[in-house]
């Protein structure tokens, strides 16, 4: 059973930084690909950042050059350091990895860990 577990949210001031990790189990996480989801209280899930088992990432336009994306297969982790953090960053953060078999793709998610930024 894949399960993720997130860590590392909290409250922060505008133009501060945290950094989430999210560790996997279950799964062989050096072939899968990794990504952070975020949703914001009344608004959809969408797409943070995205890292491929060979450790190429994309990112959202809104966070591209403040956030960055990391793995560490030794550790079946992967990070997201968010830097000069906004009011419009708070939100709850969301771990997520794909899976591919024959019968179909399957996502998986951790529980969130929630991200305030405020003064």
């Known amino acids: 059973q894949v399960h993720l577990v997130e860590s590392g949210g909290g409250l922060v001031q505008p133009g501060g930084s945290l950094r989430l990790s999210c560790r996997a189990s279950g799964v062989i996480f050096s072939i899968v690909p990794m990504g952070w989801y975020r949703q914001a209280l009344g608004k959809q899930r969408e797409l943070v950042a995205t890292i491929t088992s060979g450790g190429s990432t994309n990112y959202a336009d809104s966070v591209k050059g403040r956030f960055t994306i990391s793995r560490d297969n030794a550790k079946n982790t992967v990070y997201l350091q968010m830097n000069s953090l906004k009011p419009e960053d708070t939100a709850v953060y969301y771990c997520?990895?794909?899976?591919?078999?024959?019968?179909?793709?399957?996502?998986?998610w951790g529980q969130g860990t929630q991200v305030t930024v405020s003064s």
């Open positions: 997520n990895t794909q899976i591919v078999t024959s019968l179909g793709r399957y996502d998986y």
